[in-house]
């Protein structure tokens, strides 16, 4: 039901049905009060106001200098009634500020007076309540100044949030290109920590677009992944006649070194009877398989076949090379590439430890995790980040390249070196405290490598190496290298309790990454490479190529 209403300048007079108003002279100096009167519908409007049911809306007490406009039991139609209500608010704003202006020209002149008196005989009570008001107004500066920084993290936030929609812009490209690998199309969503609605809505329609999902079983492994050089083992623990035995791409390797010196890795399989040849032994060179004494050159060569008629038998070799400490092999189909990435730390430091560790669960689950610095406050309590406050924002921040960047509030550098290498420099001011400075600000710091190799369907052969740009006598303790894996196991496990439950629970169906959030950042570029990879995607994104030749 519409309810109408009729406005009127006092008196009451005939008028036309709808909206009337009408203003009547009032007590106050050239004052008016407007009347209205209500109704549903215009004949009943027209009854009411004849029979002077009029209501006072508000009083116009000096409509200024355009009251010469108005006559006393005019009608007005709403226009010209809302004008006069306007006309009347801005003479009496006026008339505020002249009454303002005027009590700060007395005030000033009371002050000026007075002034010179008060700075002598200024009483201790007036200088408390002076005080008290010093302090009143410092405590609303502070408040201020909290608001401030919340402002600012907002805008952090914000261009947290900025970078990640950036991030996301590459996905559309690599929907349209090619889509040779077995793996379904991209879908990608990063959550912004910001809460507000406009971001939240924009959140769900993007959410309606994209989402990256990471579930169901571990699928063989692509092999466009494979195109790539990987460190497969340190060089230190290969001697001359010892053997390496590996998984890589879920395929068994062995690797030993030749007559040269220089290392091979050849199928871990016998041609003969397909027995493991790691259970043999390397003579002159040579890998001698256990069973029947069949003898391997690093190329895979069949070179002594005791007792029988030699036969010109081969078993597959992988371009094996040794660089820095590392051996690296290419287990693709396409031609190796000419450079390999270098992966020693910066000058200053030393290497102290050089640890491998065989682990059950699917390589990319393992690299998502090293990836991530957010979760050390909740996760590493009993080791490195036992006592860490849990920061209000945790951001990883890209300055030079779309892999590499540093946590902040983390003095930690961090990189993400395909294909699958994890680079962090961490920065220590005082043993167990983390927090609050940058790298370069720190005076002493550990350098950390994850290599992360695709071994079987669910494992991954990770080789971590540790160095320090301090306490070099270190090297020298005995037993130092058992107390490092120690510690490196320790924190580990904490991890891969996690990890492991994220495997089980992503065979069943579980998204990995169902819900990233803007510290996810590193993680989700590691995904958006890998995804690339695996499509034959004609652009790689962030790829940087920090090489050394071969
Ligand atoms: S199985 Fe290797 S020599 Fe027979
Ligand atoms: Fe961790």
């Known amino acids: 039901m519409t309810t109408v209403a009729a406005l009127s300048l006092f008196p009451n007079l ?17 004052g008016f009060k407007v009347l209205a009167v209500f109704g549903e519908g215009a004949s009943e409007l027209e009854r009411k106001s004849s029979s002077n049911v009029w209501g006072a809306i508000f009083d116009v007490e000096d409509p200024g200098p355009r009251r010469t406009q108005l006559v006393s039991g005019k009608l007005l139609d709403v226009n010209q009634a809302l004008e006069v209500a306007r006309l009347d608010l801005q003479y009496c704003d006026w008339r505020a500020r002249q009454d303002l202006l005027t009590i700060m020209l007395l005030h000033d002149k009371a002050v000026e007076v007075l002034n010179p008196l008060a700075r002598e005989f200024k009483s201790i009570g007036t200088m408390k309540k002076e005080l008290a008001e010093l302090q009143e107004e410092l405590a609303h500066a502070h ?7 919340a402002r600012v993290a907002t805008a952090l936030d914000k261009l947290a949030y900025m970078e990640a929609l950036v991030n996301e812009k590459l996905l559309p490209e690599q929907k349209d290109k090619g889509t040779s690998g077995p793996t379904s199309e991209p879908e990608y969503e990063i959550h912004s920590p910001t809460t507000s609605s406009r971001n939240a809505s924009q959140l769900q329609t993007k959410s309606q677009r994209r989402s990256l999902n990471v579930s169901g079983p571990v699928k063989p492994y692509n092999p466009c992944l494979k195109n790539f050089w990987y460190p497969v083992a340190f060089s230190s623990d290969l001697k001359d006649d010892t053997m390496i035995p590996i998984d890589c791409f879920e395929e068994p390797w062995v690797i030993f070194r030749g007559k040269d010196g220089q290392p091979g890795c050849v199928q871990n399989t016998c041609a003969h009877r397909a027995c493991p040849l790691h259970l043999g032994s390397v003579n002159e060179g040579r890998i001698q398989c256990p069973y029947h004494g069949w003898e391997y050159s690093t190329d895979g060569k069949c070179e002594k076949m005791p007792s029988t008629r030699m036969l010109n038998v081969k078993i597959k070799a ?18 190796p ?21 065989e ?22 309590t009993s080791t490195f980040a036992k006592g860490w406050p849990v920061p209000s924002l945790v951001k990883f921040l890209t300055p030079a390249s779309g892999l ?15 294909p699958c290498m994890v680079l962090s420099t961490v920065g220590i001011s005082k043993p167990g405290k983390l927090e609050g400075t940058s790298t370069k600000q720190c005076t002493t710091h550990l350098h950390q490598l994850h290599v992360c190799l695709p071994s079987s369907r669910q494992k991954t052969r990770l080789l971590y190496r540790m160095s320090l740009d301090f306490a070099p006598w270190l090297k020298h303790v005995p037993l130092m290298h058992l107390l490092w894996r120690y510690f490196a196991e320790q924190v580990l496990n904490e991890d891969l309790r996690l990890v492991l439950g994220q495997q089980d629970r992503m065979i069943n169906g579980a998204n990995v990454w169902n819900w990233p959030v803007s510290y996810d950042k590193l993680g989700i570029r590691y995904r958006l490479w890998r995804d690339a990879v695996e499509r034959g995607a004609d652009r790689i994104p962030f790829t940087k190529q920090i090489d050394s030749g071969l």
């Open 14 to 30: 005939v008028f036309r049905p709808s909206y009337k108003f009408c203003s009547k002279k009032v007590g106050v100096r050239d």
């Open 143 to 149: 408040q201020q100044v909290h608001l401030s920084e």
């Open 318 to 335: 992988l371009p094996c090379f040794e660089r820095e400490g590392m051996i690296w092999v290419w287990p693709g189909t396409d031609p």
């Open 337 to 357: 590439k000419a450079t390999i990435p270098s992966l020693l730390p910066p000058p200053g430091f030393r290497i102290h430890a050089e640890i491998v560790m």
């Open 359 to 380: 682990l059950p669960v699917e390589h990319g689950l393992l690299l998502d995790n090293l990836l991530d610095l957010a979760h050390a406050p909740f996760t590493h």
């Open 404 to 418: 590499e960047g540093y946590w902040d509030p983390y003095p930690i550098d961090m990189e993400f070196r395909p």
